[in-house]
């Protein structure tokens, strides 16, 4: 049995907070509220300096002709009313990643697309994917996908575009956006809007505050019932909300862990370890 050392809640929230970075489901949702730096980010991945962004909203949830809800990290709109959804990944998780990103841009299209809509005029997605690790493993710090024809080489486009980035460093501006999405002290001139809000929300008493204000909502939200009488009763539940927080990259697995041990949930790593795999075997189900 794997024991696990005991620490308050306060502790783990502000370790929590001090080790995020960028690629962090929760400090990258506050980065998406401010349009002039997703602009930057956007316009580095897609190699577009004239891309305008006219609106960013973070964490948006929609409800897909599939009965199956989904939150998305960030939806963008660029002026000429193309629709971007941002998404950050920061481990592998056992995800299908590629079908999730599929699944995303059906449901954006659906959400943004009213009844009697031309085919032709579908509005166009690019879902961004934004990776801790090497998607594919071929050493690239970018992977545009484009449909062709088998046979023959050409390329079609029905208005769905996917790129996957990845923290590879191969001297691009991406590579260097990437550091910065992934290493905490890491920032650049070369991305003046990513760098202020990083910093803000890392060295600034004001951003300190708010985040730590943010992370400790969260997972208060997650956790803090289980003090409540009842706790053994929901017991699964608890452990299935912190395994959820793992698989969509909201925390690790090792602080998942202890806010569980904290809480009186789980008494060892083995346990967690067990009900994570089956919560994403049926997750990808």
Same mark, same amino acid.
């Given at each position: ?9 306060? %502790? ?66 660029? *002026? ?18 590629? *079908? ?10 659906? %959400? ?25 493993? %071929? ?21 769905? %575009? ?35 809000? *990083? ?87």
């Amino acid at each position: 049995m794997n024991s696990i050392t005991e620490k308050t809640q306060n %502790d783990i929230v502000r370790e929590i907070r001090t080790s995020m970075s960028l690629i962090d489901d929760i400090m990258f949702r506050q980065m998406a509220k401010d349009l002039p730096c997703i602009q930057e980010v956007l316009r580095t991945i897609l190699n577009d300096p004239d891309l305008t962004v006219i609106e960013t909203t973070p964490q948006v949830n929609l409800t897909s002709f599939l009965k199956r809800s989904v939150v998305v990290d960030c939806l963008c709109t660029s *002026k000429e009313g193309k629709i971007f959804n941002v998404e950050v990944q920061r481990d592998s998780g056992g995800i299908d990643h590629e *079908k999730r990103v599929r699944y995303h841009a059906s449901a954006i299209t659906v %959400d943004n697309t009213k009844p009697g809509t031309e085919f032709a005029d579908i509005p166009d997605v690019t879902v961004i994917y934004i990776c801790g690790f090497d998607i594919f493993g %071929d050493g690239l710090s970018v992977y545009t996908v484009e449909r062709t024809i088998a046979q023959t080489g050409k390329k079609l486009y029905n208005g769905l %575009d996917e790129v996957y980035v990845t923290p590879v460093e191969d001297g691009t501006d991406i590579s260097e956006l990437m550091k910065m999405f992934t290493e905490q002290d890491s920032y650049s001139p070369k991305f003046p809007e990513t760098s202020r809000v *990083k910093e803000y929300y890392r060295s600034h008493p004001e951003g300190e505050k708010e985040l730590n204000d943010i992370v400790e909502t969260y997972f208060k939200q997650q956790f803090d019932e289980g003090r409540a009488e009842g706790r053994k009763e929901n017991r699964a539940e608890y452990i299935d909300n912190a395994c959820r927080l793992v698989h969509e990259g909201s925390v690790t697995r090792d602080k998942a862990v202890e806010l569980l041990a904290l809480i009186g949930i789980v008494s060892d790593v083995d346990e967690f370890d067990e009900r994570m795999k089956v919560y994403s075997e049926n997750a990808n189900a």
